[in-house]
């Protein structure tokens, strides 16, 4: 099975730095992702990593060591509308069905 | 127009209803998934299919039914519903990565 963990909620100030971290414990594995929710809407993707190393778009990076079972999330020169949840994801091999498996996500706020 | 769209976006019934959430699909994915959402819990998979002959149970199914009637089209069905089926749903559908719809808040009373 899989085991999923993130903080449940992070604070930090508008314009600072923040990362989020996951670990993962997964039977194969074939990716992670980060997703972004607003409350009470969707999910929508930010990143997926697949090899090991650092990825970055824009504002967002996203980092993972397959070793470590490790991903962060690093959101640079944060916005208030950054507030949301950070829902890390990971994509296993077990069962050939290869679908992703979410965490509980991160709450972030941002304040000014 | 939206790539997945969910049907109703929210919806209070009493316990003992019948109800059906619809979704469809414009991606042209032979995958879509059901998700349920809690407070603290994060998304947990109801069901899933990887094409209109293949359905499958996820990890928190019982209570639930699913009808693929199209490649397009994945609906979500609770027979009899309970006040602890009260949570966010999301339909999704995936090629490489996941595309949610906007979500259905049901509210069972």
């Known amino acids: 099975g899989q085991n999923i963990d993130q903080p449940t909620e992070m604070t930090a100030t508008e314009g600072a730095i923040v990362q989020i971290n996951c670990t993962y414990q997964t039977s194969g594995f074939n990716g992670l992702f980060w997703y972004q929710q607003h409350a009470g809407e969707a999910p929508t993707f930010l990143s997926y990593?697949?090899?090991?190393g650092l990825e970055e778009k824009g504002r967002f990076s996203s980092f993972l060591s397959r070793s470590k079972g490790y991903s962060y999330l690093l959101l640079k020169e944060l916005q208030m509308k950054d507030s949301a949840s950070y829902l890390c994801a990971v994509r296993p091999t077990s069962g050939g069905s290869y679908i992703p498996t979410f965490g509980r996500g991160t709450s972030l706020i941002v304040h000014p | 127009d939206a790539d997945v769209t969910q049907t109703p976006r929210n919806r209070i019934t009493k316990t003992g209803k019948r109800i059906m959430l619809e979704c469809s699909q414009t991606k042209g994915h032979d995958r879509m998934y059901w998700y349920r959402q809690d407070p603290g819990l994060g998304l947990r998979l109801i069901y899933y299919?990887?094409?209109?002959?293949?359905?499958n149970k996820g990890e928190i199914s019982d209570g639930y039914s699913v009808s693929r009637q199209a490649q397009a089209k994945f609906s979500l069905s609770l027979e009899s519903a309970i006040p602890n089926q009260t949570a966010l749903y999301f339909c999704?559908?995936?090629?490489?990565?996941?595309?949610f719809g906007s979500g259905t808040q049901l509210s069972v009373l």
């Open positions: 990593n697949v090899l090991d």
């Open positions: 999704a559908t995936s090629g490489e990565k996941l595309f």
């Open positions: 299919s990887f094409d209109v002959k293949d359905i």
